[in-house]
């Protein structure tokens, strides 16, 4: 596509400077940038339209894990009260 068109990581290092001069510096130009960068890792990171048994096996992992830290001084007890 048309180079102003193109995303930064698309862009060639000898086509930087040409990329560079085709972006809009002005304040509103700067705005949409900004918007356009925070409206792409919105999407990306919290925004996520895909789901599976990932997330919520992850949650559950948590949970477990937060719960053994929780009660590790009373675990540990009851094993060292058994062994003895």
């Not at 862009?11 to 130009?29: D, H, I, K, M």
């Not at 339209?49 to 997330?55: F, L, N």
Request: proline share 5%; glycine share 12%.
């Amino acid at each position: 596509g048309p180079l102003s068109e193109r995303r930064l990581m698309d862009v060639r290092l000898g086509e930087l400077p040409a990329w560079l001069a085709t972006c809009n510096f002005s304040p509103q130009g700067l705005l949409g940038g900004v918007q356009k960068a925070w409206n792409s890792y919105y999407d990306k990171y919290i925004n996520v339209k895909r789901g599976g048994p990932a997330g919520i096996s992850m949650l559950l992992a948590g949970y477990c894990l937060l719960s053994y830290g929780w009660n590790y001084q009373h675990i540990s007890k009851i094993y060292f009260l058994a062994s003895v």
